[in-house]
């Protein structure tokens, strides 16, 4: 394990500290002791204001032949994520396993205790909802892969494919209340979700080009669809009626173009 040295934290605290900033923490492989020689270091700066030039609120740098990463944060926006599924998923573990290394007025040890204790129940229903409105948003994406297929346009087929394959992911994973201690086991963490034999997790590596006899955009649009129609069919008690249509009939043009 590559250890950082207080010296090394103390001159980066001196570069960032401001009267706006509330506390830092360490936060990434650094926090979680899993670091390697490619690390970057990931510092989060909370603060009460936000730089007023944007391009300052997130930036690498190197100092100590280290790659830093500082990226500010706004402490009420972060408190704010702990109520919102879909940004709660990657929040709560970053604060749970957040080494602190500046803490003012005690706030951050305050949030990281919020996260210990989150309880994703309390926000089933919002994630539920979020979930249905995925499935029903890339309906648009289905018919951008029909309408690519049928006219054997590449382009059209693999990007609509990318919004597809990352909107289903995303809803499975929101829904799961899957949290993501680590942006790299992303993938892992759905695919163990769901289980690595199902057809679910077969129609996304394939969508996804992960597996070697799908390299063809065609097998990657095809399998899409097929993620499309299974995560729809997971999904089926939580649509609302005033989605049905959209999914019957998306549904239904799959099926016609014969990728049932």
């Not at 700066?45 to 990463?69: G, Q, W």
């Not at 996804?208 to 390299?215: E, F, I, K, Q």
């Amino acid at each position: 394990m590559m250890t950082l040295s207080d010296s090394f934290i103390h001159s980066v605290l001196k570069k960032i500290d401001s009267p706006d900033v509330v506390g830092v923490g360490i936060v990434g492989s650094y926090a979680r002791g899993q670091e390697s020689k490619y690390s970057d270091v990931d510092f989060d700066i909370f603060v009460s204001k936000m730089p007023t030039n944007e391009s300052d609120r997130y930036t690498l740098k190197y100092l100590d032949a280290k790659l830093i990463s500082l990226k500010y944060i706004l402490l009420d926006d972060e408190r704010a994520a702990l109520k919102n599924p879909e940004r709660a998923i990657w929040a709560v573990p970053g604060l749970s396993g957040m080494r602190i290394v500046l803490d003012k007025d005690g706030s951050l040890a305050k949030l990281q205790k919020q996260a210990n204790e989150f309880d994703f129940a309390s926000l089933q229903p919002a994630a539920d909802e979020f979930a249905a409105q995925q499935v029903m948003g890339c309906a648009e994406e289905v018919h951008k892969i029909l309408s690519g297929l049928a006219r054997s346009h590449e382009s059209t087929v693999l990007y609509a494919t990318w919004g597809l394959v990352k909107g289903m992911l995303e809803a499975v994973t929101v829904q799961r209340g899957i949290m993501i201690v680590s942006e790299n086991r992303y993938f892992d963490l759905i695919q163990e979700s769901v289980g690595r034999d199902t057809k679910w997790v077969s129609a996304f590596r394939k969508a996804w080009g992960l597996d070697s006899n799908a390299s063809q955009y065609q097998q990657r649009g095809a399998a899409a669809l097929t993620l499309y129609r299974l995560t729809a069919a997971m999904f089926d008690d939580l649509i609302p009626d005033k989605h049905r249509e959209v999914l019957k009939n998306t549904l239904r043009l799959i099926k016609e173009a014969g990728y049932q």
